[in-house]
């Protein structure tokens, strides 16, 4: 929950890095809460609300930790743009946000997993 916190807090900060840990706890907690507002919407019949406006709030927090993350390997974040390629940009994304850090520093700061 401490991931998701932290990223929430940061929401529109797109510069630094974001380790894989950040990255992909995020996106399980975001999935976790869809999942159940999904069911809160089935339950009280309001299909898409709950969710649509889960997601409105949660876009600019994605976005900044995906290009966070694109930071941390390296690459700049205009590569989530790679996603509009519909299956094969999220196949690549899916594959640069699985990558290891850069060791040390980069182009966009010091390695968040600590020295080496």
């Not at 929430?8 to 159940?36: D, H, P, S």
């Amino acid at each position: 929950m401490q991931w998701y916190l932290k990223v929430l807090k940061n929401y529109v900060g797109f510069e630094g890095r974001a380790t894989r840990q950040e990255y992909w706890m995020f996106i399980l907690f975001n999935f976790i809460a869809a999942c159940i507002l999904s069911i809160v919407e089935l339950v009280l019949d309001i299909p898409g609300v709950l969710t649509g406006l889960y997601g409105l709030a949660v876009f600019l927090p994605s976005l900044a930790v995906l290009v966070r993350r694109l930071h941390d390997t390296g690459r700049s974040g205009w590569w989530f743009l790679i996603s509009f390629i519909p299956f094969i940009g999220t196949i690549v994304l899916i594959v640069f946000a699985c990558q290891d850090s850069q060791p040390l520093e980069n182009h966009y700061g010091l390695n968040p997993k600590g020295s080496y």
